[in-house]
């Protein structure tokens, strides 16, 4: 039994991995159409004002890109780290027994 669980558990996390990238890339996009979206009928959005000159939203996506993806790789691995620990978790405890929802 242990045998086929060792062999299960990589599959496993795989697939995992996979849908977690998988959702993380579809958040990313539809955020940054949303964003485009709001943008376009006003010609661009203005994040702040400083006397009579305006700083546009995406200037400030224009400057905080480099930390954001930064950010969003931290995010992937903490996630990742969750992930393998549930697994690990899980696969010790073993099946669930019969009729335990």
């Known amino acids: 039994m242990k045998g086929s669980l060792?062999?299960?558990?990589?599959?496993?996390s795989l697939t995992a991995v996979t849908a977690i990238c998988a959702c993380t890339a579809a958040t990313g996009?539809?955020?940054?159409?949303?964003g485009k979206a709001a943008a376009a009928p006003?010609?661009?959005?203005?994040?702040?004002?400083?006397?009579d000159r305006s700083i546009s939203v995406?200037?400030?996506d224009d400057k905080a890109a480099a930390?954001?993806?930064?950010?969003?790789?931290?995010e992937?691995?903490?996630r990742q780290q969750a992930?393998?620990?549930?697994?690990s978790e899980h696969a010790r405890?073993?099946?669930?027994?019969?009729?335990?929802?």
Do not use: C, H, T, Y
């Open 42 to 51: 006003s010609g661009g959005m203005v994040a702040a004002k400083v006397g």
């Open 6 to 12: 060792r062999k299960f558990v990589p599959a496993l």
């Open 67 to 74: 930390n954001l993806m930064k950010v969003r790789q931290q």
């Open 29 to 34: 996009e539809a955020s940054k159409e949303a």
């Open 83 to 87: 992930l393998d620990g549930l697994i």
């Open 93 to 101: 405890l073993g099946p669930k027994p019969a009729g335990a929802g």
């Open 58 to 60: 995406q200037e400030v």
């Open 76 to 78: 992937f691995e903490v």
